[in-house]
Structures are given as structure tokens and as C-alpha cells.
């Protein structure tokens, strides 16, 4: 048996508690991956891998004046020297330098396929080529060697790097950064270089300056592929405690294309800018699945003429399509109206801060000054070296006889040295100088030059030194540098600033053609009775019971029918139920009043919020609020069988943005909503063909608040799901429906009480193994029901055509092809 290797010397075992080893370690990873990774530092704004890129390239001499180099090799020598990583991330970063979608002022120059806005990725760093671009020199580098910035030793202490670059400019506002740490992130949207020269220039004259007039100077972010911003609260917000949301809007115009042979003229939207980080082709992908889904109607045609000159997406519409509704439609359901959700949060003498604006900018302001004294620190001492050295050789060359015979005489270099300092009262250094003079600088040329010389250090030494000892004198050059920057690299603005009040006046006035002044100025009228019609696809109808078209229609058209009939008015919301468990409200008077022009109606999904549309995969229920809502309950049941039961009262005062009234797990999803009342039963169906009854009461199903995640209702066997779920009273009849298009109707009689969690009774038989339950349906009040299958067929069937088989198996109510199945069973219309 092998000797066991004594690690620790002397056989000591240093007893640490678990969670605090734990606690330790975890703390050092996660500052090594805040510091050394994720988060920018407030001072040059770079992350660690792209200020060794700059540095990289500067060492290799890859100067705006010199030839592109092939990327390859700066990754090679970045990787080699500073940055011990994988080379893709290496590329991934300098590729993002480049990009001048991507960045606001790329400090890289390429010369290549560095990838697109359509998300294409770019090509192999053996391909593409690369050099400094001339803001990334002059504003990062310049200052680079004169000793203005702290230097570190490499990975493994064979090379030295720079701890920061002196930058000239702050650039963590110029470009913006984005990056997520342990624990937190950083996004920070990008500015103009102009505005921000003006911020800092106006900071340094008065560090006072408030807030109001320092963003009257920035009034907001720029992006580089423009478009507008959305209001100014986001950016205040962000701007004051270093975290807010911006909402972007892509630049859209309205335009007539010409008619074609054949064809009449129409009208397009164009979209010349997307918002920042949009990808254009999945955008346009987007789009067009929700067209042909039907969630976006009113468009005939997409084509993206896009060229090297600029974006250009064409929207077609259709003739009865009114512009500025299809634009709301895109703006709530595409990414042509995001949020930038805005953190200006980096590092501040090592540590991760969440700043303001002002604190970023006094930061940079900060470590500018702390350079800039570096640097004519540096300048000085190097001038006073030089002007020491001038004044003995100007002395040498007053008193040449002597020099010469000194030299003559002396037997080797070291005495004619102490000679020569002694005689003249020279210091070493400059005994040293006149020793290694060449005799051509004995000229008189050479003497007139030394003495220009000796004049022009002194002056700069004069004016090093007031730089140094007046801080008013430093500042005034660094707002020199800083407009010097501002002339050479500034530029217009990319992306326009809209108040919401020039949004809304602008939506109102395109709607004046076909809208009526009493419908623009709704909410200042009375309420105005409505009636809702919601149909299975998901459209809903806004209807005047004083219109003749406002006949209530339950009948199945080709390929949709009315499921669900509101009577409310325009003041009142309807609350929209989603299977992600969230609530959503909607205003009656918000919902377009159908016309002749739009029978159909218009896309429930369409008329919710952002969050809603992003999260959203069905709408589960639609319901309004009764007088009397206090005294009711509703039922809700998940997928996987979990239930609860709450009160209406919760359902009041629900913001845009919605509420949360039942928990979900991960891979479970609400299916079922029931209103009751206690003293009713409920009944729920299994895809086994189990169902299950009980009491509804405090007992069996208390009511509980929206945080809770519900009790388990059914015990359901592995590859079972719920399938229905209704409340009943004992007379009633039940048809279940399975996926083969077998039917079975059955009294709640039939059924036995039981308990919440059992596993039900078996009441279904399948004819074929692979056939399930697919639906259970109550048949009180209903006269036909509508079956729809996976391949979006309809099938109209009469209750009264339907008996009570008493076979376990039921009877065959609908033929279906082969591959087909029944998914829904709704019922529709009123028994005679």
C-alpha cells in the first residue's frame, strides 16, 4: 500500500466550518468575476479584456497611420500576454470595438465581415483585419507613456500592463458597456460625444451646477442605430439614481407606393431605425408570424430593401387598414418599441457602485485631473533632466579652452571627469555629457541651437510648474483638451427625444379622419352600455346595443364563433386571465368599436401590455367584475392538478402591468378558471377518464390569497393531465368528449363525493389504448357544442343529436381523418 503524501507537513487538520468555507470561497469568485471580468471601470470604461486589446495593438504600433493587421494576430498576442482565455471571447470583444452599430464611437478601425444588424456573426479572425481607430489613439493612448497610469505585472510576471488607460474621455458614457457580474449588472446605454464635452466643461466651471440645467446639456442617451426615446422620466430616473427605464421606439414614416400595373395605390409604413440591439431579420420574422397567426391584422406584405446606404422595411398595408393603428399594434407586440432597462453601475477604486450621472462624470473628472498631474509631473522632471544637461554643456562650451586642456592633459576619462567637475563646478551627470559630446556640436550652429534650446526648456518648465501649482491653470487646459476632442470627433445627434405629450398628439391627430370627437375624448364622458363578444381565435368585438349591427351572433361561422358575451359599459374593465397565472385589465372604451369595416374584430393579445404579449401563450378566461363581486369566489386549477380557490376582492385596483394571482411551477401552466359559490361541487376530469367530485367549503377548499401556490387536488399518474373542470348542482348532465371523437353524457348524480387529493373514479373507457379524455364540458343551458381539432377544423354538433349511452366507452359523436384529434369542446348557443 502506497504511503500517503503528507500535504500539510507537520499532519495538521485546520477544522473549518462548512458554510463559512462556503461563504469565503463564493466571495472571492464573485469579486474576481465583478473585478476582473463583468463590470467596467468608471474611469476609462473598459472591462479588463478590452483595455488588454487596446494595449495590445498600441504595443504592436497598429496606429491609425499604419496598415490594417490581420485580427488573428492581436488575438494571439493578447491571449500570449495579458489574457490567458479562450481566443472567441477575445475575438467576440474586439469584433464588439468595431462595430459601429454596436458602439457609438468604435475605438477599433476593421477592414472585413464584422457582422451586421441582422445578427449575422462575423467572419474568422484570419479573415478580417484590424488597426486603432483614431478617437480609440488619440482619446486612450496617447498619455500611455508618460507615466501617468499605474503598471502591473501580467499572468505570470513576464510582461507589464496598464491597471487603466488614461483616457481623455469618458468613455464609459461615450459607448456604454453592458455585463452581468454575480449578484448584479451593468447596462449603461451610450451618449454623444458633444453633450457630454458641454456636461463635463460646465462641471468643472461650477461643481454646483444642478441637475436640471447638467440635463438640459444631456438630455438623454444617443444609440448608434438612433430612433427616438419615449418621454423623459426613464432618463431622469436613470440619470438621478443610476437605474431606470427608457423606452425606445423605432423611426417609422408613412408613405403612398405608387400603383403598379394591375394594382392600386397603397400605403406602407417605412421603418428607417430600429431601436438599440434590435435584430432586424428576427424582428421582421416576428412580425410576420403574428400576420399569419392573426394577432396582426391590417398588413398585406413585408420586404426588407434594405442596402449599404441605410435600413428600409417595408410594411404594406391593406386599404382599410388605418396607419397609425397598425403602428400601436407594432409598437406593443414587436420590438419596434423596446425598454432600455438602464444600470450605470462599474467599479469605483475597486469596488462595484451604482452611480448618477453626476457621479460619473465628477469620477472621470477626477482621475482626469489625477493624470494630467501625473503627466506634468512626468514633463517636468524630464525637462529639469534635459535643461541640467544643457546648462553644463552651454558652461563647457563658454570655457572650451579649458575644457580642451583639461581632456589633453588628463591621463584617462575618469580623472579628466573629476576635472572637469571640480574646475567648473560641474555635477556628474553633466561631466558625463561633455565627455560624450561629439565634436560637431563645438560649431557656432551647434552652440545658437543649444541655447534655443536652454530658452524654450526653461519656458516649459515655467509653465509645467504653474500648471502643477494652479489647479485653475490645470483646468483650463483640460477644458482645452476637451474641446480640442470635441471639434475633432463630435457629431449630430442620432436618436430624438419625444415628449409623451407629442406622442399622443400625434396618434390623436392621425386619428381624426376616422375617429369622433366623443370617442377621442371617452374617458371625459359618461359611461356608454357595450357589449363584448369574444370569439375562440381570441378576437374580441366592442358593440352599441343601439346599432343595428350590434345583433348578438352565438352562431359558427367558417372558422370561428363567439365563445363568451359581456353586457357591461365603456368605464368598466375587463379582466383578462392568462395560463402564466397573471391578471391583466383592459378598458371597455379602449376596445375599438366595431364597424363595418372591421367585423371581425380586433386581437384580444393585441390590446395587453408589453409584459403581457412577452409572456403570454393563452388567455385562459375574460371576465368583468359583477355589482355584487364581494360575496364571489373563483376556483382555479392548474394543469398538474393544483387548486385554489379565492376571493373577487382581489381583482380591484390592478394596474397595466397586472397581477400575480397563483404561483406556478416551472413546467406547470393554469388551464382552468370556475366562479362558485360555496354549497356547489365541483367536478374534475383526468385525460384518464377519472373524475372527481367534492363539496365546496372551507374544509375541502379554503380560500386563500394571491401568493399562494394552492393545494393538490387530483392525484394524477405519471403522463395524466387535468382536462376539465366545472362546478355543478346534482342534476346536472355532463358530456366528456375524447381525443378519437368518442362521447359519453352522464349525470353529476352518477358521480360519488369524495375528498380533495383522491384519485377519482374511473367513469371513461378508451376503445383504443392510445385514445385519452380531451374535454368535459357541463351541458346546462347549451345547445350545440363546437368540437376543433389539431388541424384547426370545426365540427358543429347538436346536444339534442347526442343520447346516454350507458356504455362505459361512449358513443362516436364525430368522424375524425387519420392524424386528427380532438384538442377543445366548447359549447355554444342556447337550448330551445
Known sequence: ???????????????????????????????????????????????????????????????????????????????????????????????????????????????????????????????????????????????????????????????????????????????????????????????????????????????????????????GPDFPTGGEIVGYAGIREAYSSGKGSIVLRGIVKVEEIPASRGTKKRTALIVT?????????????????????????????????????????????????????????????TALQTTFGAIILALVDGQPRQLSLRQVLQEFLKFREDTLNRRYRYELDKAESRVHLVAGLLQALANLDDVINILRQAPDGSTAKMTLSTRLQLTDV?????????????????????????????????????????????????????????????????????????????????????????????????????????????????????????????????????????????????LILTNSGKVYPITVGDIPLTTGRSPRGTPLITMLTNTAQGNIESIISRFSLSENYQDQQIVLLTMQGRIKRLSLTE????????????????????????????????????????LLKFPINDEQLPIMGRGAMGLQAFRLLSNQQMVGCVNVHQDEELLLVTQEGYGKILSANQLKSANRGDLGTQILKFTNKTDHLAAMISLADIGEIAVMTNKDKIIRIAVSSLSNSKDSKGELICSLNRDETIVTVKGIGNRE
Open 430 to 574: 553633466q561631466a558625463d555629457a561633455i565627455l560624450s559630446m561629439p565634436l560637431r556640436r563645438l560649431t557656432s550652429l551647434e552652440q545658437q541651437h543649444l541655447q534655443k534650446e536652454f530658452t524654450e526648456l526653461n519656458q516649459q518648465i515655467s509653465l509645467l510648474r504653474n500648471l502643477l501649482e494652479d489647479r485653475k491653470e490645470l483646468l483650463k487646459a483640460l477644458k482645452k483638451d476637451l474641446r480640442s476632442l470635441k471639434r475633432k470627433y463630435s457629431d449630430a445627434r442620432r436618436t430624438k427625444i419625444i415628449t409623451v405629450v407629442e406622442t399622443l398628439t400625434e396618434e390623436k391627430t392621425s386619428r381624426k379622419s376616422t375617429t369622433s370627437k366623443e370617442e377621442v375624448q371617452q374617458t371625459q364622458q359618461p359611461p356608454e352600455p357595450a357589449i363584448l363578444e369574444i370569439t375562440q381565435r381570441g378576437y374580441i368585438r366592442r358593440l352599441s346595443p343601439n346599432n343595428k349591427k350590434g345583433k348578438i351572433d352565438n352562431g359558427v361561422t367558417e372558422n370561428d364563433f363567439v365563445v363568451q358575451t359581456e353586457i357591461t359599459d365603456t368605464h368598466k374593465d375587463l
Open 273 to 333: 431605425e430600429l431601436p438599440f440591439q434590435v435584430n432586424k431579420a428576427a424582428w421582421i420574422e416576428k412580425m410576420a408570424d403574428l400576420v399569419n397567426q392573426g394577432k396582426l391584422v391590417g398588413i398585406s406584405d413585408i420586404r426588407d430593401e434594405s442596402d449599404r446606404d441605410g435600413m428600409r422595411v417595408v410594411i404594406e398595408l391593406k386599404r382599410d387598414a388605418h396607419p397609425q393603428d397598425i403602428l400601436q399594434h407594432l409598437y406593443h407586440q
Open 651 to 690: 381583482f380591484t385596483n390592478i394596474s397595466r402591468r397586472g397581477i400575480t394571482i397563483l404561483k406556478l411551477k416551472d413546467d406547470d401552466q393554469l388551464s382552468f378558471l370556475q366562479f362558485t359559490n360555496p354549497g356547489q361541487n365541483l367536478i374534475l376530469a383526468s385525460s384518464s377518464g377519472r
Open 1 to 219: 500500500m502506497a504511503k500517503q503524501i503528507n500535504l500539510l507537513g507537520k499532519g495538521q487538520v485546520i477544522t473549518t466550518a462548512l458554510h463559512t468555507e462556503m461563504q469565503r470561497s463564493y466571495l472571492e469568485y464573485a469579486m474576481s468575476v465583478i473585478v476582473g471580468r463583468a463590470l467596467p471601470d468608471v474611469r476609462d470604461g473598459l472591462k479588463p479584456v478590452h483595455r488588454r486589446i487596446l494595449y495590445a495593438m498600441h504595443e504592436l504600433g497598429l496606429t491609425p497611420d499604419r496598415p490594417y493587421r490581420k485580427c488573428a494576430r492581436v488575438v494571439g498576442d493578447v491571449l500570449g500576454k495579458y489574457h490567458p482565455h479562450g481566443d472567441q471571447s477575445v475575438y467576440d470583444a474586439l469584433v464588439r470595438l468595431v462595430q459601429d452599430f454596436s458602439s457609438r464611437y468604435p475605438l477599433l478601425a476593421g477592414h472585413g465581415n464584422f457582422g451586421s444588424v441582422d445578427n449575422d456573426p462575423p467572419a474568422a479572425m484570419r479573415y478580417t483585419e484590424t488597426r486603432l481607430a483614431a478617437v480609440g489613439q488619440e482619446g486612450m493612448l496617447t498619455e500611455i507613456g508618460d507615466e501617468t497610469v499605474e503598471f502591473i505585472g501580467n499572468f505570470d510576471n513576464s510582461q507589464e500592463e496598464p491597471t487603466v488607460l488614461p483616457a481623455q474621455l469618458p468613455f464609459l458614457l461615450l459607448n456604454g458597456c453592458a455585463g452581468i457580474a454575480v449578484g448584479m449588472a451593468t447596462n449603461i446605454p451610450p451618449h454623444n460625444l458633444g453633450e457630454i464635452v458641454d456636461g463635463l466643461i460646465a462641471l468643472i466651471d461650477d461643481p454646483e451646477l444642478s441637475d436640471d440645467k447638467l440635463w438640459e446639456l444631456i438630455p
